[in-house]
């Protein structure tokens, strides 16, 4: 009994809790700082424990299989995949809460876990029409209201997002998953004030309900996003290196402050970072991010060994392509690689879901295809969202610039550094030398 209570604890936070799709939904990531973490360490104890309550609940839906065991074992294996970048261990969610609800059809807490893992396999159609259904026959349903609203942020439906946020805000008042969620809404609409103000208030209130390890981690990310993509390196820096010390080790955090001090000029603590992070879980954007600082200090061999198992990346499973697919077609874009593929993806995608970075990553694919006015159509609908990102404006103006259109490049690229000067360890770079070509024509 207590071990059903602690996995039902366990899930309960996971469905309603973090999902950080969008601060910066392609590519993430400080001095190198010890993390081998203590044996009582929070996070280290709370993977041990979930490893052991996956064992457990294994062997009793091997004995004995029933929908309970297996809807909470699915619960596990989200917990698990969302703690360690393991997409494998979002297959075998998928099987066991498929499994549950061939047993158990109508079970709501079963059907809420499907929809969180819809969200997190990236079928956010299937995720939102699902969790619609939950909450249409369950209004107090808060787990799958959470689900709904943010798949319609990531579906590009900003005003249906807001009132569902709104609904959840007003069910669950002073709630850190709940306020970091309307600080990702206010960001990406372009109020970053009011983004600043939620992401300090979830992570207050993160802090006061005892929130540790990743799950703290988590909140301190958000607020340090926000403070990289207006270029507050120094301030970004900071609260990265507080979230490393709240889990030591863990990867999504090592790879957010190697971005960071790439862009402080802080390149071998960058590149020792992101070794340990792609260690842990070898992402696309992370291996991408290595082989450009790799390729900014000459190691050319080096960078396309990473560019190489970037690519790799996108064949070895359908999931993988699922859910990394706009990092790929970025990837491609921003190297100049297997164009006509990144077109193919980013479009794809684009026409599932319209959401900002989805108009930018299209938009991007298509100008390094060469079809500039494709891109410049594309372009103009990411800008109207008013994503206050330095790449939004770069990519624009690289697109003026194609398009012969000097006035509005100059003007587009110097916005983009003037916003952040420093990114992204490549782009930044070749924004200042377009600038440059620009000045002297």
Do not use: C
């Not at 969008?22 to 709370?46: I, Q, T």
């Not at 099987?95 to 079970?107: C, N, Y």
């Not at 992101?274 to 842990?280: D, F, G, L, N, P």
């Amino acid at each position: 009994m207590k071990l059903r209570l602690l996995a039902l604890a366990i899930v309960t936070a996971l469905v309603i809790g973090l999902s950080y799709v969008g601060f910066d939904s392609r590519a993430d990531a400080r001095r190198a700082a010890p993390v081998a973490a203590p044996a009582v360490d929070g996070m280290a104890y709370s993977q041990r424990e979930l490893a052991r309550l996956i064992a457990a609940f294994e062997r009793d839906v091997h004995r004995t299989p029933n929908a309970t065991g297996l809807s909470f074992l699915g619960g596990l294996y989200l917990q698990r995949a969302r703690t360690t970048g393991d997409l494998g261990s979002y297959e075998q969610a998928g099987a066991a809460l498929d499994d549950a609800l061939r047993r158990a059809p109508d079970d709501s807490e079963t059907l809420a876990r499907k929809a969180s893992y819809l969200y997190r396999t990236h079928d956010f159609a299937g995720a939102l029409d699902l969790a619609t259904r939950i909450t249409t026959a369950d209004p107090k349903a808060l787990g799958a209201l959470a689900v709904m609203g943010d798949a319609q942020l990531e579906l590009g439906r900003d005003d249906a997002a807001a009132s569902t946020y709104q609904r959840l805000a007003a069910a669950a008042p002073d709630t850190p998953s709940v306020d970091v969620r309307r600080s990702h809404l206010a960001f990406v609409t372009g109020d970053v004030p009011t983004a600043e103000r939620f992401a300090r208030q979830a992570e207050r209130e993160a802090v006061a309900s005892g929130e540790f390890g990743v799950g703290l981690a988590y909140y301190r990310e958000a607020r340090a996003q926000i403070r990289f993509d207006q270029g507050d390196l120094a301030g970004a820096a900071r609260l990265y290196e507080q979230a490393l010390r709240d889990a030591p080790g863990y990867y999504a955090t090592e790879a957010l402050l190697a971005k960071t001090r790439a862009a402080q000029g802080r390149t071998a603590e960058a590149i020792r970072l992101y070794r340990r992070a792609i260690a842990q879980v070898p992402q696309p954007d992370y291996l991408a991010a290595l082989g450009d600082l790799y390729a900014v200090t000459g190691r050319h061999a080096a960078a396309e060994q990473q560019y190489r198992t970037v690519e790799l990346t996108g064949t070895l499973a359908a999931i993988n392509r699922q859910v990394y697919n706009r990092q790929l077609a970025v990837f491609d874009a921003d190297h100049g690689r297997h164009v006509d593929d990144a077109v193919r993806l980013a479009t794809g995608e684009l026409a599932l879901r319209q959401d900002a970075f989805g108009y930018d990553t299209a938009a991007w694919a298509l100008f390094a295809a060469g079809r500039f006015d494709e891109a410049r159509a594309a372009s103009d609908h990411a800008l109207a969202f008013n994503v206050p990102d330095a790449r939004f404006a770069y990519h624009a103006g690289m697109i003026a610039k194609g398009q012969g259109d000097a006035a509005r490049a100059h003007t587009l690229l110097t916005r983009a550094l003037r916003l952040n000067p420093h990114f992204d360890v490549l782009q930044a770079r070749r924004a200042r030398a377009a600038l440059r070509a620009l000045r002297t024509r």
